[in-house]
């Protein structure tokens, strides 16, 4: 698979949360997907002894089977995305809101058909955890999965991390056969070829709404 041609930081302010672009029809090349995972293996990660897995599903059968619990996953926040909509009274924050909802519906709606599911994971479960102890378990994984959106994105595929189906996370260990007692579930990641390569960088809030030097 070709390599895109992306600078450094274009590969970092274009790589999306990608949803509707996603090519439900092409296939993912089991090769592509090891070269990524390949790659997400080298990001940093701390002493905490803790170690990331990444179990991918490409089984139609099992990618349904997770699809209907994002489903119920995604239910149980209805009511929240309703209120989200009568709070907002401005017409530009309102228009932008909807096409984040409609992006996130169309997901709910078409997940089973996307041909890729990685499920990143971490040994040990967080609960009970001190600040310390839980900021080292997570940071134990979250660059990884980073760095294989990147990798995915220089490839030409889209990706997006979901965490809906987490509500469900035994059900999703069942399906999968993973140890719940000993591995977490961190994430759904679902990965397909895009409709087209080109992707622009996001709207942001200016850096000085958000920049903190020396103080709060």
Partial sequence: MPILNLSIDELLTTTRSVRKRLDRARPVEVEVIRECLELALQAPTTSSGKKGHFVVVTDPSQR????ALYRKGAAL?????????AAITDEEEATKLAAILDSAQYLIDHLHEIPVHVIACIEGRAGNLSAVEEAAHWSAILP???SFMLAARSRGLGTVLTTLHLD???EAADVLGIPYEQIMQVALIPVAYTLGT?????????LESVLHWDRW
């Avoid at 926040?77 to 909509?85: G, T, V």
């Fill in 168 to 170: 469900f996370e035994q």
């Fill in 198 to 206: 080109i992707f622009k960088p996001a709207a942001r809030k200016p």
């Fill in 64 to 67: 349904e089977a997770l699809a």
């Fill in 77 to 85: 926040y209805a009511h929240q995305r309703d209120q989200m909509r």
């Fill in 144 to 146: 990884a999965v980073w």
